[in-house]
């Protein structure tokens, strides 16, 4: 079965077209024939190597699907073949203290389909039946595909991890990526007022256009510190989105208001970070990591989803035989939303 991924860790240039076994469900689980796969800035994480993840290679890439079930396992979850179907490509195994307590997320055996297993830029992939949900009527498989990673994971950083309540001041570090595009929609459908900080003002009518309130740009001259206090009229921010990492978290942590949170949910620029920790204690601030959703979220996303309430943003789709083209569009960060790829034919 041919897929787009890699062979070996490297950059760009280790991008390829590789072949690997056509899978077949197990008991409990579900084939898809994909329709879509949407790329993610986890994939390029992937592609590069990421330290204590080992992944099977050659390796396909992509977190993001939606398709038809072709085959299923006996799986109990209602699942028949020929419906029209998103994945949820978080994968919990069910059995721990916090996939019990309903917080699948924190499942220490979580893994993430494109980054510990087979990904979606390919024909057909196998999940657990739960991991397959119907694809809203509303949405075309190239949507269905660009929304379910993006949206839970801005779900869960600000409803749950954020704890965010109407009227909320909330800025998103960063305009035009994946999340970004859905931590907008899902800010202001709880009720925020929503800032959108970025170093590139051609974003700007794009991201007023999904709801934000504010758009401001940051430099060297200007930095994102001190653009976010000054947009507050110099009261801070309750949340802050942050998913940059070394050049922006530091900034992000001074512009926040008393008992202010910054949430992280990546680290595109680096990783590692020197943080003033004074300025944490005596605003009673605080600094939260948020991955994925839940089951609950998950499905509390999907309805949204399903009602019209939040859209998946969608830059490019590209066929298969031109993924690499999509990768590297992606890549670049230029893009506004998603970049799908159609799945190879028949």
Known sequence: M?????????????????DIPEPAPGPGEVRVRLRAAAFNRLDRFTLEGIPGVAVERPHVLGSDGAGVVDRTGGSDDGVRVGSKVLLNPGIWDGTCDACRAGDEALCRSYRIVGEHLQGTVTRSVVVPGRNVHPL???LSFAEGAAAPLVFETAWRALATVG??????????????????????????????????ASRSAERRERALALGADAFLTFD????????????SAKRGLDVILDSVGAPT?????????????VVV???TAGPTVELDVRTLFWRQASIRGSTMASAREFDEVLAHLAAGRLRPVIEAELPFDRAEEAFRRFDRGHPFGKVVVDAPPD
Do not use: M
Not at 164 to 178: E, H, K, L, N, Y
Not at 220 to 231: F, K, M, N, S, V
């Open 136 to 138: 809203p009527e509303r």
């Open 2 to 18: 041919r897929g787009f991924g890699f062979a070996e860790h490297g950059g760009l240039d280790r991008l390829a077209y590789v």
């Open 265 to 267: 949910i990546g680290a």
């Open 163 to 196: 704890r965010v309540a109407p009227g909320a001041r909330v800025a998103i570090v960063g305009a035009g990526g994946g999340v970004s595009t859905a931590a907008v929609q899902v800010a202001k459908l709880l009720g925020c007022h929503v800032v959108v």
């Open 220 to 231: 060297e001259e200007h930095p994102l510190d001190r653009a976010l206090w000054e947009e």
């Open 249 to 261: 978290l530091p900034r992000s942590v001074r512009a926040l208001a008393r008992g202010g949170r």
